[in-house]
């Protein structure tokens, strides 16, 4: 069987090094390079290494071009800015390109969209297939408790993390959202302080948690008169996040050009 050649963008940083090692260990696959940004103290540093694996031959650069030439994917845990670059790469390279990325802003997502229609794109808030179960879950619920029930996504991660809510988080609110028929950007409330009044009626609440170590929790609470429901999920692990994206780019290599979703791979 041949070989499928990964680029990983953000390859030393901690998911980088988890998807380098998850390469490593699977033997139909191959690194066929590693990036990070031009300012990073890692450029011109074996991958392997810092992933825990014996050396790789290749040097972190920050040019994706040369690259190209040889590669069949991006499995890509970088930067917003970094990541809309090489969806437009992936676009004319015509190579498929997994996005795990949090932080996009609606600007971004477009021109993310725009890429997906040359090439494979596969973008995800999470890459675990609990977290995904867990967002087909919600969305059924949602579906079926309508907004006599209050919804509340509560996310905890690392003290390291930039972006709040979490990019999973704000999956589970559009799930929620598509449950209910509604549009997320209409319907959020975040950052509750002082005085707020009382709750909106169809509201999602979200709150973010931030300490330790903390790999990623999340909950969806649905709250109504003298009940609650909760559906948590708890990542012990960030190599599962390696392995589902591994998976999203076997998935997505030789599709037909299109936005996918960790949804579309894992059938649900």
Same mark, same amino acid.
């Given at each position: ?17 988890? #998807? ?14 590693? *990036? ?24 972190? #650069?920050?040019?994706?071009?040369? *690259? ?40 971004? *997502? ?34 079926? *408790? ?32 598509? $449950? ?31 300490? $330790? ?51 579309? #791979?894992?059938?649900?």
């Amino acid at each position: 069987m041949a070989e499928m050649r990964i680029i990983v963008a953000g390859a030393a940083g901690r998911m980088g090094r988890m #998807v380098v090692r998850a390469i490593h260990e699977a033997s139909e696959l191959a690194l066929a390079g590693a *990036l990070e940004r031009e300012d990073s103290p890692w450029l011109g540093h074996d991958p392997g290494p810092l992933a825990g694996c014996p050396a790789s031959g290749l040097a972190i #650069v920050a040019d994706p071009l040369p *690259l190209l030439l040889n590669a069949d994917a991006i499995i890509d845990f970088s930067s917003p800015a970094a990541t809309i670059e090489l969806a437009g790469l992936a676009a004319q390279a015509r190579i498929a390109d997994v996005i795990g990325t949090t932080g996009l802003a609606e600007e971004d *997502l477009e021109k993310i969209d725009a890429a997906a229609r040359h090439a494979p794109i596969v973008r995800s808030g999470n890459m675990s297939l609990g977290v995904n179960l867990l967002a087909a879950l919600t969305r059924r619920a949602a579906a079926a *408790l309508g907004d006599e029930f209050d919804v509340e996504i509560i996310e905890m991660h690392h003290r390291m993390k930039v972006d709040a809510p979490s990019g999973t988080a704000l999956m589970l609110g559009e799930a929620a959202a598509a $449950g209910r028929g509604v549009s997320l950007k209409n319907h959020s409330a975040r950052g509750r302080d002082g005085l707020t009044g009382a709750r909106r009626k169809g509201d999602i609440g979200f709150a973010s948690l931030r300490g $330790g170590t903390v790999v990623g929790d999340h909950s969806v609470v649905f709250a109504g008169e003298g009940e609650r429901i909760a559906l948590t999920h708890h990542a012990e692990d960030r190599a599962l996040f390696a392995y589902g994206a591994l998976k999203a780019a076997r998935w997505a290599q030789n599709r037909k050009p299109g936005l996918y979703s960790m949804a579309d #791979v894992l059938g649900l």
